[in-house]
């Protein structure tokens, strides 16, 4: 199928991008990567009146540090994420999803804002940035810019806390504790298909080789990405040993609430979601106890 009509408008800066989508909010749609978006026009599950294309934005495209926490612009594409060095020493969950996402072609075009404000459950980089306590930045014509913390952002399948009015801008990352522990594991049915089962850990061992800040944010578990906080409660201030692992495990899956399909049913999926969180604890805490700084006392 084709997509059907729609008005074409490429604006110049995103003041001038704001202006377009504040005339007709409800009827418009923002083009980004068009990874998603295009998809979606083509199966007519949207018909915009407008479409709005951002990509001569450039400006919106950067990755960089400031005032101790990542700054992410809308624009940035998946690849540019996945072979930072940047990313790769100080946010490496981010790394680590990134190369989950679909393939190599997917990731050279899609962008990080197209990727968070398409709030697709399946996704991985929403499921990392809620790990990782990231902020979302929206902006408006009439009433300028807004952080809405990842909690708070996704809102359910495919919406997001953001007004019609609004575009995604800016995408920020406090930083992690030197010598943090990381992992996102994922199952899919082929390499590049959408997960069915994913997460995302993140967690620091103390001097007596206790948990601590520990993170685990499920991907296909619910219909945004979900935080396994009893998981979690169970290993802050414990030692992770297999008991410890096994209850957190118990927990996540207990909190899962996944939605059967053809490709698998509830069950299932929450089986998998066990695998993956055992995973992840194991293969962050295997990191933390390794030593790797995370957060070199540098920008570049």
Same mark, same amino acid.
């Given at each position: 199928m084709k997509?059907?009509?729609f008005?074409?408008?490429?604006?110049?800066?995103?003041?001038?991008?704001?202006?377009?989508l *504040?005339?007709d @909010?409800?009827?418009s749609?923002?083009?980004?990567?068009?990874?998603?978006?295009?998809?979606v026009l083509?199966f007519?599950?949207?018909?915009? $009146?407008?479409?709005?294309?951002?990509n001569?934005?450039? &400006?919106?495209a950067?990755l960089?540090? *400031?005032?101790g926490e990542l700054?992410?612009?809308a624009l940035?594409?998946?690849?540019m994420l996945e072979k930072s060095?940047?990313i790769?020493?100080r946010w490496?969950?981010l790394?680590?999803?990134?190369?989950?996402v679909?393939?190599?072609?997917?990731?050279?075009?899609?962008?990080?804002?197209?990727?968070v404000?398409?709030a697709?459950?399946a996704?991985?980089?929403? =499921?990392?940035?809620t790990a990782?306590?990231a902020?979302?930045?929206?902006?408006?014509s009439?009433?300028?810019?807004r952080l809405?913390?990842a909690? $708070?952002?996704?809102v359910?399948t495919?919406?997001?806390?953001?007004?019609?009015?609004?575009?995604l801008v800016?995408i920020?990352v406090?930083?992690l504790? *030197?010598?943090h522990?990381?992992?996102?594991?994922?199952i899919?049915?082929?390499n590049?298909?959408f997960?069915? *089962?994913?997460?995302?850990v993140?967690?620091?061992? &103390?001097?007596?080789?206790?948990v601590?800040d @520990?993170?685990?944010?499920?991907?296909?578990?619910?219909?945004t990405?979900?935080?396994?906080t009893?998981?979690?409660?169970?290993?802050?201030g414990?030692?992770?040993d297999?008991?410890?692992?096994?209850d957190a495990?118990?927990?996540a899956?207990?909190a899962?609430? @996944?939605?059967?399909d053809l490709?698998g049913?509830?069950?299932?999926?929450?089986?998998l979601i066990?695998?993956? =969180?055992?995973?992840?604890?194991?293969?962050? =805490?295997?990191r933390a106890?390794?030593?790797?700084?995370?957060?070199?006392?540098h920008n570049?």
């Open positions: 997509p059907s009509v008005e074409y408008l490429r604006p110049e800066s995103i003041d001038e991008a704001l202006r377009m *504040a005339e @909010p409800d009827d749609k923002i083009l980004a990567g068009g990874q998603s978006l295009i998809p083509n007519r599950m949207a018909s915009p $009146e407008r479409l709005i294309d951002i001569r934005l450039t &400006d919106l950067y960089r540090s *400031a005032d700054r992410i612009g940035t594409r998946h690849a060095g940047l790769e020493r490496p969950l790394k680590a999803a990134a190369h989950w679909a393939h190599a072609a997917i990731r050279n075009r899609g962008t990080i804002g197209g990727s404000s398409h697709d459950s996704a991985e980089l929403p =499921v990392a940035l990782l306590n902020s979302i930045v929206a902006r408006s009439t009433r300028g810019a809405i913390p909690s $708070e952002f996704f359910g495919m919406t997001t806390a953001m007004e019609p009015d609004e575009i800016e920020r406090p930083a504790p *030197a010598g522990g990381y992992a996102f594991e994922e899919s049915r082929r590049g298909d997960g069915l *089962a994913g997460a995302g993140v967690l620091s061992i &103390d001097a007596e080789g206790k601590s @520990p993170r685990i944010s499920l991907l296909g578990a619910a219909q990405p979900l935080r396994a009893e998981a979690e409660e169970r290993l802050a414990a030692v992770a297999e008991q410890a692992i096994d495990v118990r927990l899956c207990e899962a609430e @996944p939605i059967g490709h049913s509830a069950d299932y999926r929450r089986s066990g695998v993956v =969180v055992r995973r992840g604890i194991n293969n962050a =805490v295997t106890k390794a030593g790797r700084d995370a957060t070199p006392q570049r």
